[in-house]
Nanobody, 121 residues
């Protein structure tokens, strides 16, 4: 059984930083594409960043160099370092896994329950 468990969400002020973690079990981060998505109320789930099995990364335009996705295959964990957070980054952040790095949410097979990020101005 595959499980993705996110942690690290919190409330911060604008300009602050957070690091999200996603611990995977039942699959290996070394053989899957891992990604972070986010979704606000009434909005579609959008991909924030992805890291492929070979370590190559891809970011949404709105990240603008502020976020970094990484992974530690030894502990089957993916991270999202978020710096210079802004109020518009307030969302529920989800970890996802699949064999392919797809751009849109419906194509991803495995999902975590989400961790909430709130940024106040």
């Amino acid at each position: 059984q595959v499980r993705l468990v996110e942690s690290g969400g919190d409330s911060v002020q604008a300009g602050g930083s957070l690091r999200l973690s996603c611990v995977a079990s039942g699959l290996t981060t070394s053989t899957h594409c891992m990604a972070w998505f986010r979704q606000g109320s009434g909005k579609e789930r959008e991909r924030v960043a992805a890291i492929d099995d070979d370590g190559s990364t891809d970011y949404a335009d709105f990240v603008e160099g502020r976020f970094t996705i990484s992974k530690d295959n030894a502990v089957n964990t993916v991270y999202l370092q978020m710096n210079n957070l802004q109020p518009e980054d307030t969302d529920l952040y989800y970890c996802a896994a699949d064999l392919g790095c797809r751009a849109v949410a419906p194509y991803w097979t495995y999902w975590g329950q989400g961790t909430r990020v709130t940024v106040s101005s």
